[in-house]
């Protein structure tokens, strides 16, 4: 790929399509808490951002980020597997950063399954350290790891 791909936001008619891939994609052998209707809650919600990648209309990624006091938590993103290593996640994050840097937020947090090695790379290479486990995060017993990246330097308290 020689261009990033174009990043925008989700409009409700979205909805249906990211509450699947999260589904499928995501919260595959959990129990599904991103349906529809709190897709649709996310892209009507002014402190969170809702953004997707498109190919010939139809969503190939997207990308959910919350804006909180001091820090902007990305609850999740997720790429079509036939689309996937074609920068489309990377470009979702940037976007989702620049954002988050306009909001004046400190830093970005996120948490992943501690044996999702693609994302682990992948959050390593956009700058993220990893800063906590959490023991049994998920349904499955699988432990969550809780990722960080600084958007300006540490205060010091
Ligand atoms: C993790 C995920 C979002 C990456 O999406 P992607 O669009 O393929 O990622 P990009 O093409 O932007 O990759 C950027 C860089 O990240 C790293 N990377 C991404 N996927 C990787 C993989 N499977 N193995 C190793 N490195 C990987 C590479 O350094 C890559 O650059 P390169 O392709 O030039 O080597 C995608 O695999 C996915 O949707 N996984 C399932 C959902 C998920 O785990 N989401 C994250 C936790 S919520």
Same mark, same amino acid.
């Given at each position: ?17 990211? %509450?699947?891939?999260? +589904?499928?994609?995501?919260?595959? $052998? ?8 709190? !897709? ?11 953004? !997707? !990648?498109?190919?010939?209309? &139809?969503?190939?990624?997207? $990308? ?10 990305? /609850? ?9 290593? &074609?920068? %489309?996640?990377? @470009? ?6 620049? /954002?988050?840097?306009?909001? $004046?937020?400190?830093?970005? +947090?996120?948490?992943?399954? &501690?044996?999702?090695?693609? %994302? ?9 350290? #990893? !800063? ?6 998920? /349904?499955? $017993? ?13 205060? @010091? #308290?």
């Amino acid at each position: 790929m020689t261009a990033d791909p174009p990043v925008e936001l989700a409009v409700p008619a979205d909805a249906a399509a990211i %509450a699947a891939m999260s +589904r499928d994609l995501i919260e595959t $052998g959990l129990p599904w808490n991103w349906r529809e209707g709190r !897709v649709l809650r996310a892209i009507r919600q002014p402190d969170t951002n809702v953004a !997707v !990648v498109r190919e010939d209309a &139809r969503i190939v990624g997207f $990308g959910i980020m919350e804006y909180r006091d001091e820090h902007a938590y990305l /609850s999740l993103l997720a790429i079509d597997p036939a689309h996937r290593r &074609r920068g %489309a996640a990377r @470009s979702l994050l940037r976007w989702l950063e620049a /954002s988050a840097r306009v909001a $004046g937020v400190e830093r970005i +947090r996120l948490e992943a399954r &501690r044996d999702n090695a693609p %994302a682990r790379v992948f959050y390593n290479e956009q700058g993220f350290h #990893e !800063v906590g486990i959490t023991r049994d995060r998920y /349904s499955d $017993g699988i432990d969550g790891l809780v990722l960080e990246k600084w958007l300006r330097p540490r205060q @010091s #308290e």
